[in-house]
DNA sequence: ACCTGAACACCGTTCAAGT
DNA sequence: ACCTGAACACCGTTCAAGT
């Protein structure tokens, strides 16, 4: 009785992943149990496992998702712009993803592989190619630099722009009189390549 | 039976708080539990709810420990160093905590409320009092700027480490031919000084 | 007053049994 | 082949009962 067949195992991960980015959505992360995803969509618990491996799969896979529409939106952002618009382009897109999207996107870096197991390439590849753009456009924008002070350049920046996007939403450092992380982010970009695109050479 | 009045509450509180912090230490946070505390305490689950207020309780006070030892060392980096150096120092001294201490370092940040419950002040006040730290420095750095510009590079350049350090163990940012987070910051740290030194006025 | 241990409502995961 | 639902080993929290 029940579902069967009703839908594709295609189907099954589709409503799954959507009933689970739901919840997370609505509750973060902690919201999220593989009971509360079958109840949304109609199953038991044990259909779950013949989609995803267990828990963990089915949310690196939900995060890859959300990986994905970032990127996308990120691309948008960048469009025609030139090198120092797209650099400025790329960290406020960020933030207003993490601002409108937020458990999702807190979602992504609170999870934690159990023990031992490493996070799956699919997912360090999504990553990495969102990186990717921020490392493009630096290059862009100072073409006589070296590829390792556009890496370590990049890194840097994106790492901050993380940086104020976490710490902002923690409470745990919300400064009394504290500006907006828009405010920070910008004070970030514009010193920081002030600093980089006038001394030539690394220290 | 059992342990009867073989402690003081405060001893009992005392001894919690070391098997919860050697099981996060050895197993992250999410091998932390009430049954596995007592466990190693030699109690039963109930008797630890004369002591906290339930396991976030624990965990907030967990963090709070490991804040104040993170303060006292960044207070014996500082030491009589000047500005520049502090600043520095400040930034590695926060790096070698995150890798030597690197699960209980996770902790403070991965650990949430649930919902709606907002973060104690004793701990936001600790995580405060830590970031004051760099402003003081950064105000003895640059003493012709107003208050508001230096808060404002405080945060940015706070949470720049701080996302450089997350980013880091994340694996989820691990680049390939990647340098060691220190570069990483040090690059952060001079570039961003460099432009904020030079420019007299906020953007 | 201190502490136990059973009880309750949740969890993730497995798997024999049903269709 | 698909799906169920009981079972197992874990959770956090409460509270009557014991000393």
Redesign the interface.
Same mark, same amino acid.
């Given at each position: 009785m029940g579902r069967r067949n009703e839908h594709t195992r295609e189907e099954l991960r589709e409503i799954a992943l959507q009933a689970a980015e739901h919840l997370v959505a609505e509750?973060?992360l +902690?919201?999220l149990s593989t009971r509360k995803v079958v109840g949304h969509i109609g199953y038991t618990v044990g259909s779950l496992y013949m989609v995803f491996r267990n828990l963990d799969d089915l949310i690196v896979q939900m995060n890859e998702r959300t990986l994905e529409s970032l990127q996308a939106r990120l691309l948008a952002a960048i469009a025609d712009q030139p090198p120092a618009a797209a650099i400025q382009a790329l960290a406020q897109t960020y933030i207003t993803f993490a601002l409108t999207e937020t458990h999702r996107w807190l979602a992504? %870096? &609170?999870h934690?592989m159990?023990?031992g197991q490493?996070?799956p390439e699919s997912?360090?590849d999504k #990553? +990495?190619g969102m990186?990717a753009l921020a490392q493009q456009q630096l290059a862009r924008l100072c073409p006589r630099r070296s590829p390792?002070d556009i890496?370590?350049?990049a890194?840097?920046?994106?790492? =901050? #722009?993380?940086?104020?996007c976490? !710490? =902002?939403f923690? &409470?745990? !450092?919300?400064?009394a =009189?504290?500006?907006p992380i828009q405010? #920070?982010?910008?004070? !970030?970009l514009?010193? %920081? !390549?002030? =600093?980089?695109t &006038?001394?030539p050479y690394?220290?």
């Open positions: 509750h973060g +902690a919201g992504i %870096y &609170q934690r159990p023990e490493p996070v997912l360090t #990553v +990495a990186f390792e890496a370590l350049a890194r840097a920046l994106w790492s =901050g #722009v993380h940086g104020i976490i !710490l =902002g923690d &409470q745990k !450092l919300e400064m =009189g504290g500006r405010d #920070v982010t910008r004070s !970030l514009d010193h %920081y !390549l002030a =600093g980089f &006038q001394s690394e220290i």
